[in-house]
């Protein structure tokens, strides 16, 4: 006697063709980050049975149209496609609150001038700095309109976005910077996969002669690149053996302010 409940899969042809693994696993996951729930890459791969590599990919594919983001530990969590509500913009008058705190403990720490600064299409702005202390340091003023490939901050801030979202960016092509060695968005793109790897950016000389920088990124609470903050420092005195301390000194202050972020949104 025939199935009178057949499989609602082998009803008509279309259904009858197995799911595409790939498609199949993305949805699972996205499924998962629906209901709540982050992965890390490890998570991911025992959830799908998949090697930590195919994981990685396929979260990756998920962030690349939004929807999801990879968060400060390092955790995917439902992107903003799905989070309308939360995509709210940063006042420039809450970012200049919250980093306040955490730039002067920062120049007070390293004696050098701190920028904060956000991105404007291919362009950076400069929000706030604290002068440094040093007897020489580079003078906090006078900072604006500089190209965002061209300057530490401005990589920091740019290696967070995908490919396709810097062909937007740099669709007229990159505007002219002083002294950088990036020439077109081929090799822009080479030098950010590199600055995604160790999680920091430098310049050296590129925005203006005789100064070095250093800069990390930092994100909101749906892990998108918000803004910079970044260590100027006179080329004669530019230390290489000292980019740990600068860099981890730089994480500490854009975690600080992250944080004090995070608060103020909430209490909006």
Known sequence: MANSDPDPRRVGEPDAVPPIDSVHRALRLLKSLRDGESLGVKDAAEMLDVAPSTAHRLLNALCYDGFAVQGRERRYRLGPEFRPDETRPLRVGDLRAAVRPAIEELGAQLGETVH???RQGPLLHWV?????TAPTHVRPD????VPAYASAAGKALLSELTNKQLEDVFAAGLPPARASRISNLRSLKRHLTAVRSRGYAISIEESAQGVDGVAVCAKDALGRPVFAISLAIPSSRF????LPEYVDSLREAVERTEDALDQATASD
């Open 116 to 118: 904060v600064w956000i």
């Open 128 to 132: 706030d700095g604290v002068e440094g």
């Open 142 to 145: 006078g900072w604006d309109r």
């Open 239 to 242: 230390d290489r053996s000292a």
